[in-house]
């Protein structure tokens, strides 16, 4: 294992991508079939796309180190993204 990769973000993005799939085949035809379709239904999206919030915010926040001040971290942004628009 890398120093710099955590293998349980994978195993947490694995389980949202999951939950995603679930969420737009499977428990669509069962939420108004049953009461625990429409469980699953309200616990998966009010589930996996907090998840992949924090995940994202988690990973932006570890690799912010590597810029000394603001200005020069939203200069590569702007550069990166805005230039390219």
Known sequence: MNSKHLDWIDIAKGIGIIFVV????IVPQLRNE???GKFLWTF?????MP???FLSGLLFEKGLHK???KL???RK???YLILPY
């Open 22 to 25: 679930l969420g737009h085949t």
């Open 34 to 36: 049953s009461y625990i």
């Open 44 to 48: 998966i999206y009010n589930f996996h």
């Open 51 to 53: 998840l992949f919030f």
């Open 67 to 69: 810029y000394n001040n």
């Open 72 to 74: 020069n971290f939203i």
């Open 77 to 79: 942004k702007a550069h």
